[in-house]
């Protein structure tokens, strides 16, 4: 794990000029534990994986130094040299992730006079429009699997100048549902090549396959919930009763705003009609909503004009919500890593936030393996009116904290899979 001092400016980091003026228009005032040791590395050229609470500042962690490197080299890769070519490849899991990230590059490029040409591309909207932003090819490039090789079968953009890959939500990216993309992405890439990993969580199996990827990178671990500014905590509830508790969180807490996490697509509506019934005007966000109408809604969320926002998990990887107070966990999510990236949303860039997950006797065991996994121990507390029974009623006990993980069957088919991930990596890279 590398340890260093926080230097007290960006300057201290090596940034150029441009770059330096643009952190102090957007009051960047100091760099962040993950800015101060991901930005020397990456400038220096080597792989990299780091890992840091949500909110912490990734994307500038990664962003700055790839601007610096394209400014400062522009002259040898000049847009008079022919083909659709790409240098910086950002490749991201969810559609609102590549276009906050690629928003947030031109921000810092504002002193870069137009140099440095960024593009977003994604599903959901028109292939067309993005094949004629790519004309002429594109310094940075963020973009989702899935759109990108759409992109390419169509000639529209070529990866075999790229010189810096980027995966962020690296543990999203390099799990099973995204092999066969990545696999085919990689296959187009050039041998050499920058890569970079960012992630808030990086489960077994994915640091596994890291190894295999990267060429000894440097490794940058910053996760830590005593450093957070986030409050967590957990109310149970009698079956059944979920709504009621949460309709009147709502009102009795009167929060600017509250992002709540549901697993369905139909249980966002569902919850939104039964909050209106309670007085408790609600959107939502999901995938089964076009593309404009979820840049509309989180636009509208982010700007604070919706009070309250119901979301799957596509609302729960990387998006930045400024001073968003709460998020409440009405379902569980599925996956422990997921529970980080949902309660990030909240206690970003320093601000205070609470996460709220709402249990019943049908959740109590999933909410213990989520502890564990996570290396977190929350007091079960319970709400005035709302009381349940004592079988769910306290708090984690010694008895509930992680264990070392037996040898077994079941684990030595988990790291064959992981040996399978890595064989089809190390095939294409």
Known sequence: MTSITTPANFTELGLIPPLLARLTELEYLQPTPIQAQAIPSILAGGDLIAGANTGSGKTAAFALPILQHLHTQKPLSSKSSKGNYVTGLILVPTRELAKQVADSIKSYAVHFNGEVKTTAVFG?????TQMLALRGGTDILVATP????????????????????????????LSLGFTEELSALLALLPKKKQILLFSATFPEEVQALTQELLNDPVEIQLQSADASTLVQRVFTVNKGQKTALLASLIKQHQWRQALIFV?????????????????????????????????????AFKAGEIEVLIATDIAARGLDIEKLPVVINFDLPRSPADYMHRIGRSGRAGEVGLALSLIDVDDYHHFKVIEKKNKIWLER??????????????????????MAKPEGSAKKKHKNKVQINAHIWRRNS
């Open 146 to 173: 899935g759109r990108l090789l759409d992109l390419i079968s169509s000639n529209a953009i070529k990866l075999d100048r790229v010189k810096t890959l980027v995966l962020d939500e690296a543990d999203r990216m």
């Open 124 to 128: 959901g909207v028109s292939a067309n």
């Open 263 to 299: 697993n369905a697509k139909n249980s966002c509506n569902h919850l939104a009609e039964k909050l209106s019934k309670r007085g408790i005007s609600a959107q939502v966000f999901h995938g089964d909503k076009g593309q404009a109408a979820r840049t509309r809604v989180l636009d």
């Open 381 to 402: 507390e319970q709400v005035a009116g709302f009381e349940v029974a004592e079988v769910i009623s306290g708090a984690s006990s010694a008895a509930d904290k992680p």
